[in-house]
């Protein structure tokens, strides 16, 4: 019952700390899809606004200069023809023409027109009348240099051949009119009227759009932590890529905890063996006198170092296993030397190969630098030359050689051993696979231990039979660009 207790408390606190983690990652001031998208359409509506405003300004002053020109030569053609009856009464016709002129003005102030109209008549050279004497006798024009600081205006002027009248009438083109309260507020009260309707339409649509998300977000949330079957494709394009990405994560990951559960059960079943002679061999010991019996004490104690020993060296092996089989990290690893690296490691494996009486042969002619993990470099080299080391006959030579090649660099490593038939070349990169009837103690590791030592390394092997058909031609390819240096050569 306490151990329950425990077992409870103990995953109250693991979730207890994981909801705190998950917490502590959360922005404090998380950015807003939905608000970004609401501006960016708002951004939109107000561009569109802002052209227009600017088109419908432009518009109106091509089209106000259109038609007060259009409207001042039918003023014209009417005042003259209102005015021709009464020209040989001077004082009638300017009656008249001061008449027509406060009609003008009346209609001018109802319309809150704040543009000007001078009207001149003539008969023969005497002015009978000017409605503005105020101003100057030559008014500005649209588009001339006078009208940038004042208003221009348009001119017409229409004449009576039968009476000799004439008739001027110059009418004010007010553009900044658009400018001042009263035309911005004409010209912006339907666009402002209408920003709501357009808002309210654009925050549905966004809303409504990121429902797809919402409920994509939500069906992840609900998902075991131990399902990582891959998602069902979407039906919306924009999302496709987001499901891939996260069936491709999910992929990985799944990969990453089989390779754990594989690696857990192999080295299980692995120290089953040395580590049962171990505890056989630790019981001998404690049962029986080493007075009583010498010799059967000091085959005890023999049999009990090589389990320590066989169990010492499955456990590193499994361990190199692994670190050879890590898929490479996002950061570029080091351009390192391979002559340097391989040497290194010979000069290390040299006792070994000294207690069985092997020499050991280097040649590099050329020295190859590449991106390269030290670490499983090193134990590449390490079990292609140990393998070599084992199998050869005591007395035997082993060679290592490194060239250069068209694109990349070659590593080999040839021993005297027995070779390994056609047929089992590609068994033996299997994990604990060993060659029928092996004399050799081992745990069956060290080729697959190379094999994903090189492929961390971008480089691959081959097993070949020596160059008279006898031992083992073991060769591994190093791709990809390199750099040379002057040729380096080792014993």
Request: hydrophobic letters at 40%; charged letters at 25%; a neutral charge.
């Amino acid at each position: 019952m306490a151990s329950s207790k425990t077992i409870n408390a103990n995953k109250a606190f693991n979730a207890s700390r994981t909801s705190r983690a998950t917490e502590a990652s959360k922005p404090a001031n998380p950015s807003s899809l939905f608000r970004r998208l609401l501006l960016g359409f708002s951004a939109v509506i107000l561009l569109v606004f802002v052209a227009g405003f600017v088109y419908v300004v432009l518009e109106a002053r091509a089209t106000q200069r259109f038609r007060t020109d259009a409207e001042n030569r039918a003023h014209t053609h009417e005042l003259l023809l209102m005015v021709s009856p009464l020209a040989d009464s001077p004082d009638r016709l300017r009656a008249a023409a001061v008449s027509a002129e406060a009609v003008r003005v009346e209609m001018f102030r109802e319309l809150d027109y704040r543009s000007h109209v001078r009207v001149r008549i003539w008969r023969g050279d005497a002015l009978l009348y000017n409605s503005m004497p105020d101003l100057p006798d030559a008014l500005p024009l649209p588009d001339s240099p006078q009208a940038r600081q004042v208003n221009g205006w348009v001119r017409a002027v229409e004449r009576d051949a039968a009476t000799g009248l004439v008739v001027e009438r110059s009418h004010e083109v007010d553009d900044r009119w658009m400018f001042t309260y009263s035309g911005v507020s004409f010209l912006l009260r339907s666009t402002i009227f209408s920003l709501p309707l357009l808002m309210l339409p654009a925050w549905l649509i966004v809303g409504i759009g990121l429902r797809p998300l919402r409920r994509f977000a939500r069906d992840i949330e609900h998902r075991s932590d131990q399902d990582l079957t891959p998602l069902p494709p979407s039906d919306y394009r924009e999302l496709s890529p987001l499901v891939e990405s996260l069936n491709s994560l999910m992929a990985r990951l799944r990969k990453r905890i089989e390779h754990e559960h594989e690696f857990l059960t192999d080295a299980a079943h692995e120290l089953k063996t040395p580590l049962a002679a171990i505890q056989l061999n630790a019981h001998l010991l404690q049962t029986r006198s080493a007075d009583a019996d010498p010799q059967r004490h000091a085959e005890v104690s023999e049999g009990l170092r090589i389990g320590l020993a066989r169990a010492t060296h499955l456990v590193n092996q499994l361990l190199a296993l692994e670190r050879a089989r890590a898929e490479p990290g996002a950061e570029r690893p080091p351009a390192l030397s391979i002559a340097t690296l391989v040497r290194e490691r010979l000069a290390a494996a040299v006792p070994l190969a000294l207690q069985r009486g092997i020499d050991i042969d280097f040649h590099a002619d050329d020295e190859c630098v590449r991106p390269v993990h030290q670490e499983s470099l090193f134990a590449l080299v390490d079990n292609l030359v140990g393998n070599a080391i084992k199998y050869s006959p005591s007395g035997g030579r082993i060679e290592v050689r490194l060239h250069r090649e068209t694109d990349g660099c070659r590593l080999t490593v040839l021993d005297e051993g027995p070779g390994i038939p056609p047929a089992l070349r590609q068994r033996v990169f299997e994990r604990f696979y060993r060659l029928p009837g092996q004399e050799q103690p081992g745990s069956g590791l060290g080729l697959a231990i190379a094999e994903r030592a090189a492929h961390r390394n971008d480089a691959r092997i081959e097993l070949a039979p020596g160059p008279d058909g006898g031992g083992l031609n073991a060769t591994v390819h190093f791709g990809g660009a390199f750099e040379a240096t002057p040729a380096m050569d080792g014993v």
